[in-house]
């Protein structure tokens, strides 16, 4: 979810209501000390953007203490362990899914992050290189006991894309072994996968990613259908929706932070048309924000 998860996005979010935690985009544990919270993109948030998760891509112990001092200082409400991204680049640097590849180097980074933090810690993990219940039983219960207060899985092995089904059932086996909780993530665009995802998985809770830049009212209706809350159906105009992101951008970000996390929602987004693709398109070839502005409404009123 990178160049998503940030306050424009949250906020957004959190305008349509239901959701429970939020979340960060990743946090280069290494570079986080030196990050300016008053400018960084990746550190910018508001006072209603709360609980909010601060995510961690930790490579090394030795990152872990100059990290958390920071995330301390930012008043973050919980930390998450990147364990799960299976990007190149991440892995080459022992980081994201790599840890799941070491697990004695993601133990005593748990340990140490347990040790230098009372805030609730948490981790995400993918299901593995391959189908191993034995590899993955021992990963997951590992995580438990050396420290981490909730797991978030990815129902996905490392290199299956997100065309491939996500694989709830795993969840279902990690639900069994562990006696924390343990949310589900992967797939997840509608009421009725929410649904699925969770008879399946028996998951406690639910992640959304990619849905929630689609959709980002996804979580009021899955709040209101599945789980009772007493939240007003989203009223949501496309356009409306898409002016006021555009806004928070250039209200939250300096410029030249604004164009790419445009077209990163974007390319999500235009996904709630039939023809979507043309507003993605016209976004990704603007050169400014004003300009993608005036294409994007251009498409929105041929779209009405």
């Known amino acids: 979810m990178a160049g998503l998860t940030h306050s424009a996005l949250r906020q957004t979010i959190i305008g349509f209501g239901g959701v429970g935690l939020l979340s ?8 986080l000390p030196t990050e300016s919270a008053r400018v960084s993109p990746y550190l910018i948030r508001t006072a209603s953007e709360k609980p909010l998760s601060h995510q961690l891509l930790v490579a090394s112990v030795e ?14 409400d ?10 190149p680049a991440v892995g080459r640097i022992g980081a994201g899914f ?17 040790k230098r933090t009372s805030l609730p810690l948490t981790a995400k993990i993918r299901i593995g290189i391959a189908l191993d219940d034995r590899k993955l039983k021992a990963f997951c219960t590992m995580l438990q006991d050396a420290g981490i207060d ?8 490392k290199d299956e894309s997100f065309a491939r089904r996500p694989r709830w059932e795993c969840i279902a086996r990690i639900r069994e072994w562990l006696s924390i909780p343990v949310v589900a993530n992967g797939g ?9 995802c969770l008879r399946v998985s028996g998951a406690d809770g639910l992640m959304l ?10 979580f009021a209706e899955i709040a209101r259908d599945l789980f009772g809350c007493t939240i007003t159906e989203p009223a949501v105009s496309l356009p409306a929706v898409y002016g006021n992101f555009i806004d928070l951008l250039n209200g939250l ?29 016209r976004v990704q070839t603007s050169n400014s924000v004003d300009e993608a502005r005036e294409r994007a409404g251009l498409f929105f009123d041929h779209s009405a």
């Open 150 to 157: 909730m797991l978030s899985v990815h129902a996905r092995l």
């Open 24 to 31: 960060t985009e990743m946090l280069g544990a290494k570079r």
């Open 98 to 114: 790599g840890l799941m590849e070491q697990p004695e180097d993601a133990r005593r980074i748990v340990e140490e992050a347990r």
């Open 78 to 87: 919980a930390v998450d362990l990147n364990m799960g991204c299976p990007a």
């Open 209 to 218: 990613g990619r849905g929630a830049a689609t959709r980002p009212w996804l």
């Open 253 to 281: 970000f300096r410029p030249e932070y604004r164009l790419g996390r445009l077209k990163e929602f974007t390319h999500y987004f235009a996904q709630n048309y039939k023809f979507g693709h043309h507003l993605a398109t």
């Open 63 to 76: 990152e872990v203490a100059p990290a958390l001092e920071v995330l301390h200082a930012l008043k973050a």
């Open 188 to 196: 997840i665009f509608s009421v009725k996968d929410a649904e699925h």
